[in-house]
């Protein structure tokens, strides 16, 4: 079946610290991948996604890129800042669903940044 | 454009009693819905998706039932809560000729 997997958290670093969160897959064909933000007391917003190997999503500052050899989406930033203390989740859609685009969604990483 | 809008957002119920989350979209037509369960320190578990009007899919056996009365409307029920039932419900939709989710501001359930 589909999976992923992502690092546990908490995360905590300083502002301005580089952030990588590891995200890792479980998938046949070619999945869609997302990375999605929630932050305290909201609902989820989608952050970035890529749809094919080799595709970088980027937005905010945030990028992660498709990486079908290593079956990854690494999601990194340069300098944090505290307004991302937030959940990070990665997901996938995959490529045949059978109906209905259904998302499978990993455990979800905190990160907390402190000044 | 498009919104999705859940209510209540909060709502503490005792073990045994019924519930109804309601979530709507606007701005749209013929969306996929979802409903997924986001338990205390987990992360998110697709419980139901419709793809028309009375149309529904359940992912997970449970307590929970879901109903599509109208194109644009999803509804999560149960006849008697549990205690596992707590946990913040958070309906989405995606449509057209993109796969992306979006999602409601959720509803956070907590059942004594």
């Known amino acids: 079946g589909n999976s992923v997997t992502q690092m546990e958290g908490p995360v905590t670093l300083s502002e301005e610290a580089f952030l990588t969160i590891n995200c890792t897959y479980t998938a046949t064909g070619y999945p869609s991948l997302f990375w999605y933000v929630q932050y305290p007391g909201e609902g989820l917003q989608l952050l970035l996604k890529?749809?094919?190997?080799?595709d970088k999503g980027s937005n905010k500052g945030f990028e992660a890129t498709y990486r079908k050899e290593t079956t990854s989406f690494h999601l990194e930033k340069g300098s944090v800042q505290v307004s991302d203390s937030a959940v990070y989740f990665c997901?996938?859609?995959?490529?045949?669903?059978?109906?209905?685009?259904?998302?499978?969604f990993g455990t979800g990483t905190q990160l907390k940044v402190e000044l | 454009s498009q919104t999705i809008h859940q209510w209540p957002a909060t709502l503490v119920q005792p073990v045994g009693s019924p519930l109804s989350l309601e979530c709507t979209v606007e701005g749209t037509s013929n969306p996929n819905l979802y409903w997924y369960r986001q338990a205390a320190g987990r992360g998110l578990q697709l419980l139901f998706y419709s793809v028309g009007i009375g149309q529904i899919s359940s992912e997970v056996p449970q307590n929970l039932s879901a109903s599509r009365p109208q194109d644009r409307q999803f509804i999560l029920s149960s006849k008697k809560l549990l205690l596992s039932d707590s946990g913040f419900y958070l309906c989405a939709w995606s449509g057209g000729l993109s796969n992306e989710q979006f999602f409601g501001p959720g509803t956070r359930l907590t059942v004594l």
């Open positions: 997901a996938l859609i995959p490529y045949l669903t059978g109906g209905g685009n259904k998302l499978t």
């Open positions: 890529a749809t094919k190997a080799d």
